[in-house]
C-alpha cells in the first residue's frame, strides 16, 4: 500500500526516504503520530508532539533539478488552500513555504531529493502541520488550528484532501500556474525582509519570484539580489 502510518517515528523524513531508495512508488505517504527527532530547515528541530499533522510524500516528477524548488512551492499552495478552504481559516504563503495565519507560522514544509543527471529521481516532502497542538509559549511565532479556530478538526480529511490536490498538480506539473498560484497566496512580495541563510544575511524589499522559486531582492544600494535559499523575516 501506498500509505504507511506509525503511532511515533523518529522522523517521517528518513522512513519516507528509505523507501524511496528502495524504489517505492510515487506517492507513497509516511505519516506519524509524533516524532521524536522532527527536522526542520536550517538544521533546527521540529516539535512533533501529539494532535499535529506530520507526514512525508515521496514524489517522482519527471523534470530537470532546476525545477525543484516549485514543487516545493506547490505543497505551500495547496496546503494553503485546503486551509481556506476546509478549515476557512486566512493562510497565507511566507517565502519560501511557510504558511502563516495571522502572522504566525501554522505549517512548515522540508524537502529532499535524489537525483540522476540532470533529473529528479524522488523528492520526498515533510510537512508539519500543528492542528490539535498547542504551540509552547516559548515559541511566539508558532500558532495551531486549534488556537485559531477554537475547535478540533479531523487530520485525515486534511491530509486527504492536500493529497488529491497535490497528487494532481504532479501528474499534470505546470511550474507557470505554480509561479500565478504561489503570487496569489503569499504575503512576501511587497514587504521589507531579511534573508538569513546559513552563513550571511541580507535585506532590501521583496520585489519578484523568479522562473525558479527566487526570490528577488530590491537592495538599498539600488541592485538587485535573487536568493534561492534561506529564512525570510518581515521587518
Ligand atoms: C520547517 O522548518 O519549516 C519545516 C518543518 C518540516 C516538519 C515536517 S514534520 C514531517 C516531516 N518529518 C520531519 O522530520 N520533518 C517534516
Known sequence: DRV??????????DKAIELARGGCRANTVVIAGSQQEGRGRMRRAWNSGEGGLYFSVVVRPDIP?????IVNLAVAIDMTAVLRTRCRVAATVKW???ILVDGKKICGILSQ?????DYVDYITIGVGLNVNNVPAKEIPNATSLKVVTGGSLARKEILTAFLDRFEKRISAFD??????????????????VHIVTINSTFSGEAVAIDSQGGLVLQ???GKRQTVIYGDCFYK
Do not use: R
Request: proline share 7%; aromatic share 6%; hydrophobic share 30%.
Open 175 to 192: 511550474p507557470g500556474e505554480v509561479l500565478d498560484q504561489w503570487k496569489a497566496v503569499n504575503s512576501t512580495i511587497g514587504k521589507a
Open 4 to 13: 504507511h502510518y506509525f503511532t511515533e517515528l523518529p522522523s517521517t523524513m
Open 113 to 117: 531529493m535524489e537525483t540522476e543527471g
Open 65 to 69: 533539478v532546476n525545477l525543484a524548488g
Open 219 to 221: 537592495k538599498e544600494d
Open 96 to 98: 519560501p513555504n511557510d
